[in-house]
């Protein structure tokens, strides 16, 4: 799987949009780029995936340029329970099931 | 829907002892992964199993670690002769397959070896 590259901290304002990004150079042509966070010490959460095209879900909005080398994660209002360590993952899928693998994340802290 | 359960949330056990995590997918998911988050670590991919088959097991110690998925009831990571150094937060997750490999996690199990 391609390396990810994350900034290790951000603040953000509460009811601000939160833009966490992320860059995957070496990404293949049939990798996907994969969203979690993990709330304190809670077990992951899944936010969306996408591979080329711009994905909207009920959590957030995922970004991919155009040459897919870097994408971003937007939670349009944030809130203080999106305090959390992001992970941005890139692997093949989703018809690929191979494992996770975590980096360090950002750690995103909202602040009211 | 429920979500992916783990139990025991807590578990301590002294060293030489052996401690059994069971993980119960979501419902219709039939792919399982366990992870392991060391103290102040990320997290890392120990085991994948589908009912009856283990498929990736690359991150798993080789020793004193097992892990399964019987056709009935939950998956069971065994460890077993605990060291302290296996404690640990323990997450399950489990991902629907075929064509659908987003994981959800368990809340996972928090092994205190004392």
């Known amino acids: 799987d391609a390396k990810t590259t994350q900034p290790p901290s951000m603040d953000c304002a509460e009811g601000r949009a939160a833009n966490l990004p992320c860059n995957h150079s070496?990404?293949?042509?049939?990798?996907?780029v994969y969203w979690y966070r993990q709330i304190h010490s809670q077990g992951p959460q899944y936010i969306i995936h996408?591979?080329?095209n711009n994905e909207t879900n009920e959590m957030a909005s995922l970004i991919i340029t155009e040459d897919r080398k870097s994408s971003t994660l937007i939670l349009p209002h944030a809130t203080l329970r999106d305090t959390a360590v992001y992970y941005c993952?890139?692997?093949?899928?989703?018809?690929?099931?191979?494992?996770?693998?975590f980096g360090k994340g950002t750690r995103l802290s909202v602040i009211a | 829907n429920a979500g992916v359960m783990q139990n025991p949330r807590h578990l301590v056990r002294r060293r030489g002892q052996e401690a059994r995590l069971r993980c119960s997918p979501m419902?219709?998911?039939?792919?399982v992964y366990w992870y392991r988050q060391l103290p102040e670590e990320g997290l890392k991919f120990m085991v994948y199993?589908?009912?009856?088959?283990?498929?990736?097991e690359s991150g798993m110690p080789k020793e004193r670690f097992s892990a399964e998925f019987p056709k009935e009831g939950p998956s069971i990571l065994r460890i077993q002769q605990v060291v302290r150094g296996d404690s640990a937060a323990y997450f399950c997750?489990?991902?629907?397959?075929?064509?659908?490999?987003?994981?959800?996690f368990g809340p996972g199990t928090r092994l205190t070896v004392t």
């Open positions: 993952i890139v692997r093949v899928g989703p018809k690929g099931n191979t494992p996770l693998v």
């Open positions: 419902k219709g998911h039939s792919h």
């Open positions: 997750a489990s991902s629907p397959g075929p064509s659908r490999y987003e994981q959800y």
């Open positions: 996408g591979l080329k």
């Open positions: 199993l589908q009912k009856e088959n283990i498929i990736d």
């Open positions: 070496t990404i293949s042509g049939n990798e996907y």
